[in-house]
């Protein structure tokens, strides 16, 4: 699995390219740089997966039950808008307009990698959706963190 960190201010040009910043591409396996796929995210914005991250993804989300509602709506929203994207020689990948308008990317966009993933967002939209206090943070860590690790009990040391 492929782990991706960082946040990178980018501009999309004219065209709706974008240059995969190098401090980035060196973070994934040299054999998934060149091709990703691209879809609607949560919160409007955009989700770019390594191809390799993909195909992993696009395996659970083929395991679910299609005679399921609620599963049938899941995998078509998932897949809504799913595109491959090729670098070119110039380190770009152009993202299609019908996305662009769905994540309301303009010029300015930030580019968040975590997980095995690659969140593309306009850039007042990250900074709006973050906006947080400290304490609202603090507040959020311990919800979601706060049961998933406990302190190993220390070795009786005779």
């Known amino acids: 699995m492929t782990i991706l960190h960082g946040e990178y201010e980018c501009r999309i040009d004219d065209k709706g390219r974008i240059i995969l910043p190098a401090g980035l591409k060196k973070q994934i396996p040299p054999e998934a740089q060149e091709k990703f796929v691209i879809n609607r995210g949560f919160e409007n914005c955009l989700t770019m997966y390594p191809m390799n991250e993909w195909i992993e993804v696009s395996r659970d989300v083929n395991q679910l039950n299609l005679f399921v509602k609620d599963h049938r709506i899941f995998a078509r929203n998932f897949n809504r808008g799913a595109t491959e994207l090729q670098l070119d020689a110039s380190n770009r990948v152009l993202i299609p307009k019908t996305l662009l308008e769905y994540a309301r ?9 975590f997980s095995n993933r690659i969140e593309v967002w306009a850039k007042e939209e990250y900074e709006q959706h973050l906006k947080m206090s400290d304490e609202e943070y603090a507040d959020l860590a311990e919800k979601v963190m706060g049961k998933l690790h406990k302190p190993e009990e220390p070795e009786n040391v005779s």
């Open 105 to 113: 990317i303009q010029k300015d966009l930030i580019l968040s990698a």
